[in-house]
């Protein structure tokens, strides 16, 4: 059954603009971690953001956020002000507690357009 | 501070032969996971190597194996290659962390092209 679960297979932003990239996820475990990477064009996996199932705030990283609605099992990324760079793949990720690796949504293709 | 490495970075082979990725990880990092990206697609994990053994193996056959060294560095080896292994190949590296949130650290990657 798939883990993570991305709608959006697409998404434009106009420069500046903030812009919300859903997830959804499915655990049965109560302690599991939530990441957030950026893939930009050459392939290199960019670490964005961490958001821990018993953190009771939203995790932060300068322009970035995470909406975690854990009733919903939803970590949304929100990234303010977008700029031109951010045109990238993004991929959620989960990682349970007992598991050794990470399970990855099919990704959003975000474009900033100027 | 030197980040993942990996090479090389680019590899064209022809069906049947085998190929040997390399990795090193993050300075302070002993673990060592690989993932495979086909085209348009989220990263599938292969396995996770620490101290010097599998620790944890995904839905990949045996013709996928791996081996890490004592200086945490692995390798990442494909025999009797097909068409459809042609992908992406990320290797990532984590420090020893607390359960889920142990961040992994992913290198550039190895565009393998199998014709």
């Known amino acids: 059954a798939q883990k993570i679960t991305q709608t959006q297979p697409g998404m434009f932003v106009q420069e500046k603009e903030a812009v919300t990239l859903d997830c959804t996820y499915d655990t049965s475990d109560q302690s599991y971690g939530l990441f957030w990477y950026k893939q930009p064009s050459s392939g290199e996996m960019i670490f964005l953001i961490y958001q821990g199932s018993y953190d009771e705030q939203n995790a932060t990283e300068g322009r970035y956020s995470l909406n975690f609605q854990k009733a919903r099992k939803s970590a949304n990324l929100v990234i303010s002000a977008s700029q031109l760079g951010d045109s990238a793949m993004y991929f959620c990720?989960?990682?349970?507690?007992?598991?050794?690796?990470?399970?990855f949504g099919p990704g959003t293709r975000l474009s900033v357009l100027p | 501070d030197a980040g993942v490495t990996q090479s090389p970075t680019h590899l064209i082979k022809t069906r049947g032969q085998q190929v040997t990725l390399r990795c090193s990880p993050k300075s302070g990092h002993d673990t060592v996971s690989w993932y495979q990206q086909a085209l348009g697609q989220g990263p599938q994990f292969i396995f996770q190597?620490?101290?010097?053994?599998?620790?944890q193996r995904g839905n990949f056959p045996d013709r996928f194996s791996g081996h890490q060294f004592p200086n945490y560095s692995s390798e990442l080896n494909v025999n009797a290659l097909l068409l459809g292994d042609s992908a992406l190949y990320l290797c990532?590296?984590?420090?020893?962390?607390?359960?889920?949130?142990?961040?992994?650290?992913f290198g550039p990657g190895t565009r393998l092209l199998v014709l």
């Open positions: 990720a989960m990682r349970e507690f007992y598991g050794q690796n990470f399970v």
């Open positions: 190597y620490y101290e010097e053994e599998e620790r």
């Open positions: 990532a590296s984590s420090a020893p962390g607390t359960g889920a949130q142990e961040t992994q650290y």
